[in-house]
């Protein structure tokens, strides 16, 4: 069974930096798609990056470009989102999620697995 947890979240000053880990376990994730989404109160998911957990090939949308980087650590089975530059709209929950495919998908509903989330609030 598929776990994802994650952490480093917390309260960052605008113009700051996180970096947020999500722990994989369960199974080995060759082949898998991993990505970042991240929802603020009353507005939908949003889709952040994906990584491809084999070659480490990237996905991001453009309004997250250059300020968040997605890689992931195969020996420690954890996958990273390295922001900076943060403003107080990119305060949301983030949330880790894993797709058995190798091709990326910017849509939540092609996930079966995901983790708890764990909030990052960016103050102005």
């Known amino acids: 069974q598929v776990q994802l947890v994650e952490s480093g979240g917390g309260l960052v000053q605008t113009g700051g930096s996180l970096r947020l880990s999500c722990a994989a376990s369960?199974?080995?994730?060759?082949?898998?798609?991993m990505a970042w989404f991240r929802q603020a109160p009353g507005k939908e998911r949003e889709f952040v990056a994906a990584i491809n957990w084999t070659i480490g090939g990237t996905d991001y949308p453009h309004s997250m470009k250059g300020r968040f980087t997605i890689s992931r650590d195969n020996a420690k089975n954890i996958v990273y989102m390295q922001m900076k530059s943060l403003k107080p709209e990119d305060t949301a929950v983030y949330y880790c999620?894993?797709?058995?495919?190798?091709?990326?998908?910017?849509?939540?509903?092609?996930?079966?697995?995901w983790g708890q989330g764990t909030q990052v609030t960016v103050s102005s």
């Open positions: 369960g199974r080995t994730f060759s082949g898998y798609t």
């Open positions: 999620a894993a797709s058995g495919t190798h091709y990326y998908s910017r849509n939540r509903y092609d996930y079966p697995h």
